[in-house]
């Protein structure tokens, strides 16, 4: 059996053509969604994620800003601009690049990002609002995963789901979303004994290390759903998951490739949330 392909691309266009409408019924309202992206520094993959962000909102009907500064600028004059954004009406969402340069301390900085404009769901208060199910910004790469499963009609109730991860950003939110729809949950990690022991028993497997065939086709069972959030590079320098892509796809029912998976569906999420906060700011 060979898997099916969950393609990211398809999804994410599918998704971006229904905000660019959501977009649209607000500007009828006199109110055009606005994305502030903040980049610090010249770190040339951030410059490319920052690039992409800005297209894929100009590309949906969203107003973004883009705001550069020099690797040299200070905490407090990043944390004065951040509070501008905060208070400007036409801004809804606040998205600060990360990584920060050294001496800019990103937790604070993140904090200091008002709750209702955290569209990369990054604040401790979006963090709290979904372990305790109430409304806020979900991060948008294991967002954009349980977008994947639902676009396969995938029910989550009762099937065993694995992390492989438990990073703030992905491995932790993932393992609560999942656990949102009713699976059953288990994080594991390098400290984890046997790892294959877990994943074998997954029906669905999250894997989120950033390590290359972190998972291997005698680490699936047959049938199970397979999304990799990994970015890495292999030995040719191309790019490549965390999944042994070509040994897997052979066992498992889903898998998700890398590139075109999970990564479209990640900016795809930030636009969703961008959309959401201009409409709950005009209610």
Known sequence: MTAHTIDGNALSKQLRTEVAGRAQALKAKGITPGLAVVLVG???????????????????????????????????????????????PAIHGILVQLPLPAHIDAQK?????????????????????LMTGMPGFWPCTPYGCMKMLESIGYDLRGKHAVVIGRSNIVGKPMALMLLQKNATVTICHSATPDLKAMTLQADVIVAAVGKRNVLTADMVKPGAVVLDVGMNRNDEGKLCGDVDFDGVKQVAGYITPVPGGVGPMTITMLLVNTLEAAERASK
Do not use: M, T
């Not at 951030?46 to 905490?75: I, T």
């Open 42 to 88: 010249d770190n040339p993959a951030s410059q490319v994620y920052v690039r992409n962000k800005v297209k894929a909102c100009e590309d949906s009907g969203l107003h973004s800003v883009l705001e550069k500064y020099e690797a040299s600028l200070s905490e407090a004059d990043l944390l004065a601009r951040v509070e501008a954004l905060n208070n400007d």
């Open 109 to 129: 900085v993140i904090e200091a990002i008002s709750p209702s404009k955290d569209v990369d769901g990054f604040h401790i208060a979006s963090a709290g609002a």
